[in-house]
């Protein structure tokens, strides 16, 4: 399912805690590792060539960031999202990207408008073509267009860091359960006819469709214009 | 500034060390014992808290992961030292989670309740009228912890309040670098109320985006 990914824009940093952080959390969202797997220290210490302490810290803030969880007798696993959670993952995302919206929508001008529709495109296009992995890729394109359109840097850094896991969880759902291909492609295409048009509270009532959010009022259906 | 207290984060019955020391250091930072930009030294923390130096480090990189601590290879760790110019975005970012706690709330709010909300922002209201900044600070996180406590999605609250307590440090820290108009903010909260009191929960969205300054296109 289409959400923000996170963007890769890791601080060159040389430290092994960093190194390894990066490498597992690269490995989490590539699915190189699965949902549930276990981290054996010992594995985790040959494959990452490093020693247990750095391994730990990175573990830890994974485990703060919501990608790793210690289960009983302390065995590190990767989080098992439960599908039951994904709505509330998927509007809890959907809530930061409104108001990352807020920030874009009058900055973005006519050019950045129309490579958000392109970007829409593309994404319309994966999803009539029931394509889940060039789904997620072309939503990453456009989510990342928007942070980069972004001035607040404290939101854009904050979404980037609380978000990376609740899309992961969403995306993980997504693959296990049955994706609604036509009602996502339905929201996308509002969405970017709302962008088209310049109709900045219609692009907002899209994504709030898009993010399963309920409309504040049903009784007066989109003021399109 | 307004934003909610953190849900009680009671000892769990066999706390780590590591988890001990985390409570008490970040303690420290936002109850002002230790400053902004003061520096951490380890040998210093380790005879404060009596306890060796993993679990220092290991709480030292759990709080610069949320922002109150920053760290530096080869370096010394210090507070965070936020700085003015962020106070307003990260003011805003507050606003833009708790505008979306109201958008997920309000659709589920009883009459009883958005009458209980109105007094919260008459207490507000009256606060802002006596400039009193932590009788201010207490209202208005009175106020969303009520909206937060009714709202029916709970990752949403979750996130906001684990990420209240270092983006409220941040805008109270550095609060000299927004132009706080109480009066200004005043006529927002009471357009807040109003809208609340019509139903237009649309509206209400946007006023609560108002308080925070969070921009919107179509306002």
């Known amino acids: ?225 | 500034m307004p934003i909610p207290d953190a849900a009680g984060a009671a000892g769990a019955p066999r706390e780590l060390v590591r988890d001990r020391v985390y409570g008490r250091l970040k303690d420290a930072i936002l109850t002002g014992v230790l400053l902004p930009g003061e520096r951490l030294d380890e040998a210093e923390l380790r005879r404060w808290l009596g306890v060796s130096g993993t679990p220092i480090r290991q709480a030292l990189h759990t709080l610069s992961l949320e922002g109150l601590v920053q760290t530096a290879p080869q370096s010394h760790s210090a507070v965070i030292a936020p700085r003015p110019e962020q106070a307003q975005e990260t003011l805003q970012t507050i606003g833009v989670l708790l505008a979306g706690a109201t958008l997920l709330t309000l659709p589920h709010l009883g009459a009883e309740a958005r009458a209980a909300m109105g007094e919260a922002i008459d207490d507000v209201i009256a606060q802002l009228g006596s400039g009193d900044v932590p009788a201010i600070t207490r209202s208005a996180e009175s106020l969303f912890g009520a909206m937060l406590r009714s709202c029916p999605n709970p990752v949403l609250v979750e996130l906001i309040e684990r990420a209240a307590p270092s983006l409220s440090y941040h805008v109270s820290v550095a609060s000299h670098g927004l132009n706080a108009d109480f009066a200004d903010l005043a006529r927002k909260y009471a357009a807040l109320k109003s809208a609340l009191d019509r139903g237009d929960d649309r509206e209400a969205v946007i006023a609560t985006k108002r308080v925070f300054g969070v921009p919107h296109p179509t306002a």
């Open chain 1, 1 to 225: 399912m289409p959400v923000p990914g996170s963007p890769s824009s890791a601080p060159v940093r040389l430290l092994a805690r960093d190194r390894a952080y990066e490498a597992l959390k690269n490995a989490i969202l590539t699915r190189t590792i699965l949902p549930g797997e276990r981290l054996d220290d010992d594995r985790l210490q040959s494959w990452l060539g490093m020693s247990k302490t750095p391994i730990r810290q990175a573990l830890h803030a994974l485990t703060v960031e919501g990608f790793v969880e210690t289960v009983a007798q302390s065995h590190t696993r990767v989080v098992e999202p439960r599908a039951e959670d994904a709505v509330a993952n998927l509007q809890t995302i959907g809530v930061v990207v409104l108001g990352i919206l807020d920030f874009v929508f009058e900055e973005l001008g006519e050019t950045g408008r129309l490579d958000v529709v392109g970007d829409l495109d593309r994404l319309i296009e994966a999803l009539d073509r029931l394509d889940i992995d060039g789904s997620i890729a072309a939503s990453a394109a456009y989510y990342s267009r928007l942070m980069t359109h972004c001035r607040n840097s404290v939101l854009v850094e904050f979404s980037a860091r609380a978000l990376a896991a609740r899309a992961y969880y969403v995306t993980t759902a997504y693959r296990a359960l049955d994706v609604q291909w036509d009602e996502a492609a339905a929201a996308y295409r509002r969405l970017r006819d709302a962008v088209e048009a310049g109709d900045a509270e219609g692009a907002a009532d899209a994504t709030k469709l898009v993010f399963r959010i309920e409309l504040p009022d049903p009784q007066t259906p989109g003021k399109a214009s």
